[in-house]
């Protein structure tokens, strides 16, 4: 397996992870001292934060969801440190066999990523949700105005 495919085996590792609920195989495609930022601002350092930071998510308010992601673009800097950069986003367990999450739901995410023997470990996460300017209320008024 190259390093694109290994690393694809592990970001759809954490999709795996998310659907079932398991925040501690989450957490184990992380690096142990990983940092994990999530769309709110909540920072989360090491294996046991991210664990523990996901654990009552998985068993509350995103029980049964899943986590999606497309246009992954993976750029390799070294031979042992990797960043991709993807669009992701949360189908919620009431939203059923829906394709593609809410536009509310929607993030830009940029993880980084090194080599652990034939693995990739994430060593650090950057989710932050999409709101691309010309599609704000200003934006569109600026746009208008400037045309």
């Known amino acids: 397996m190259d390093a694109t495919e290994a690393i694809d085996a592990t970001m759809s590792g954490i999709e795996e992870a998310w659907a079932a609920g398991d925040a501690g195989a989450f957490a184990a495609l992380h690096a142990p001292m990983a940092t994990y930022l999530a ?3 909540t920072l ?3 294996r046991r934060e991210i664990e523990s930071g996901h654990a009552p998510l998985f068993r509350g308010i995103m029980r049964g969801s899943r986590l999606l992601s497309w246009d992954r673009r993976v750029r390799l800097v070294s031979s042992d440190v990797a960043v991709a950069t993807q669009m992701g986003g949360i189908v919620m367990r009431w939203q059923g066999d829906r394709a593609t999450p ?5 993030s830009a995410n940029t993880t980084v990523l090194v080599r652990d023997g034939d693995r990739w470990l ?3 996460f950057q989710n932050t949700r999409y709101r691309p300017w010309a599609d704000t209320l200003l934006g569109r008024l600026m ?3 400037s045309g």
């Open 122 to 124: 994430v060593t650090a």
């Open 102 to 106: 809410s536009a509310k739901r929607v």
């Open 39 to 41: 769309f709110d601002g």
């Open 143 to 145: 746009t208008r105005s």
């Open 44 to 46: 989360m350092v090491g």
